[in-house]
């Protein structure tokens, strides 16, 4: 029987329940579809720094290097906020997707029908449906460039953060943009600021050297500020958008919310091989932590790219989406999605509902 070995780093706050229902949901495909999975444990985030001071333990990184995969569920929290930026929880995470060379982030915004009253647009917006996949460049740009503090001859305290992209990290984010336009609606926005900034002329240039190698895909480029913009008013002309590391990281946020919650949103990160990290968009809510509040779905539905993307299991990933959809279609959501008629129930009910339709 086929085994995959899958890392598993619960992380902060929410992460560790949500996980929880994605495993079961996980095992019960593995059980229906005759593949054996076999998990191991690993800590990231504010849970390492409390057992070892290290946001990222070398042990981990081991252990995600040797897995077919890397179930993630959530860093940070309150408790971490005050630590130096290279020993917070986040820098944790900004470390595993660089060391495993994670470079693409898929974040796919579906509305989903029985989700329709959630989303904070209008009918007339949503009548027909939402579905946007926003690739995010993730291991450059502002998030990695040089950064420094410091207090200058003035005595004034200076800060510095800088964006920076090289050729071949444009090039190859671009390409998997146009290949994943290509299996869907067949058409690529690039999000930019090349009115302004130096590195976005660079990226627009090629960009559009990049699209010569796809001329069945429509290309367009979008400043980012428009970008924000026409997402609440036209999201339905957009099918593809790519973007760097920070545009990506706030625009996913957005186009998250228009589908009712943050909590239904997951995502993949790829690199050039099959190895990939799977991760709820959501973040840590420490707020709701251990409530059993939580919105399991988007870690659930972030399993199902784990089978699609890095196992090939097409089939396996589907029998999980459908499942989510029925539960939504009877009506079941937890608090973040509730819509006037459902049934509200927790995150545990939630892994359940959605582990007895497989
Ligand atoms: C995300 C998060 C992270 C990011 C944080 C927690 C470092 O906001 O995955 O979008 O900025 O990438
Ligand atoms: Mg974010």
Not at 103 to 121: C, E, G, T
Not at 184 to 195: E, L, P, Q, Y
Not at 196 to 202: A, G, I, K, T
Not at 288 to 316: D, H, T
Request: proline letters at 4%; one cysteine or more; charged letters at 25%.
């Amino acid at each position: 029987m086929r085994k995959y070995k899958i890392a598993v780093m619960p992380g902060d706050g929410i992460g560790p329940e949500v996980v929880k229902q994605a495993v079961k949901v996980l095992d019960k495909v593995g059980t229906k579809c005759g593949f054996l999975l076999e998990y191991c444990y690993a800590d990231i985030g504010g849970v390492a720094i409390d057992k070892t001071g290290e946001p990222l333990p070398e042990e981990t990184v081991q252990i995600c290097k040797g897995s077919d995969a890397v179930l993630l569920g959530a860093v940070g929290g309150y408790k971490w906020d005050d630590l130096p930026g290279d020993k917070r929880p986040e820098a944790g995470l900004l470390g595993i997707r660089s060391k495993l060379e994670l470079f693409a982030n898929y974040r796919p915004a579906v509305i989903y029908q029985p989700l329709r009253d959630a989303s904070p647009l209008k009918d007339r917006i949503t009548r027909d449906g939402l579905d946007i996949l926003v690739l995010r460049e993730l291991t450059g740009g502002i998030y990695f460039g040089e950064k420094k503090r410091f207090i200058d001859d003035q005595g004034f305290a200076v800060a510095f953060d800088t964006m920076i992209y090289r050729k071949f990290e444009v090039e190859r984010i671009a390409r998997l943009a146009f290949e994943a336009a290509r299996l869907r609606n067949g058409k690529v926005t690039s999000v930019d600021k090349a009115n302004v900034l130096e590195v976005s002329r660079l990226w627009r240039e090629i960009v559009i050297e990049v699209a010569r190698d796809y001329p069945d895909i429509e290309l367009n480029h979008m400043f980012v500020d428009n970008a924000a913009m026409q997402l609440v008013i036209h999201p339905e002309q957009f099918d593809v958008i790519v973007t760097g590391n920070m545009f990506g990281d706030i625009l996913s946020d957005e186009a998250s919310m228009l589908t009712g919650s943050i909590g239904m949103l997951p995502s993949a990160s790829l690199g050039s091989g099959s190895l990939g990290l799977y991760e709820p968009v959501h973040g840590s809510a420490p707020d709701i932590a251990g409530q059993n509040k939580a919105n399991p779905l988007a870690a659930i539905l972030s399993v199902a790219m784990m089978l699609r993307y890095s196992f090939k299991l097409e089939q396996a990933s589907k029998m999980i989406e459908d499942a989510v959809l029925q539960v939504l279609n009877d009506g079941q959501m937890t608090g973040d999605i509730a819509t006037k008629e459902a049934k509200v129930i927790g995150c545990e009910e939630m892994g359940d509902a959605v582990a007895e339709r497989i």
